[in-house]
Nanobody, 118 residues
Framework: QVQLEESGGGLVRTGDSLELSCVFS????????MAWFRQAPGLEREFVGY????????NYADSVKGRFTISRDNAKNTVYLQMNSLKPEDTAVYYC???????????WGQGTQVTVSS
């Protein structure tokens, strides 16, 4: 059974950077595309970005394009979300996910809170 565990969230200020990590277990990581989603209080879950199995292809939501970067280390079974120039509107619980189906996924981590103060 695939399991995902995020870490790295916290409280930062506007303009700061933060890197989230997600460790994959229970399968062959290099076979899975990975994605990050986020959900702010009172709002629906939002797609943040995606990276393919090799790391050679990625795409991002317009709201984070140019500020966020997803990368992966297949030797470490880990996917990363580097977030730069953070804004208060980036405040949310961030989830990594895999087993992607359309705009959703089969497997989800427990989430990590990111709070950006103004």
């Amino acid at each position: 059974q695939v399991q995902l565990e995020e870490s790295g969230g916290g409280l930062v200020r506007t303009g700061d950077s933060l890197e989230l990590s997600c460790v994959f277990s229970g399968g062959t990581f290099s076979m899975y595309a990975m994605a990050w989603f986020r959900q702010a209080p009172g709002l629906e879950r939002e797609f943040v970005g995606y990276i393919n199995w090799s790391g050679g292809d990625s795409n991002y939501a317009d709201s984070v394009k140019g500020r966020f970067t997803i990368s992966r280390d297949n030797a470490k079974n880990t996917v990363y979300l580097q977030m730069n120039s953070l804004k208060p509107e980036d405040t949310a619980v961030y989830y990594c996910a895999t087993g992607l189906t359309g705009n959703s996924a089969t497997y989800w981590g427990q989430g990590t809170q990111v709070t950006v103060s103004s």
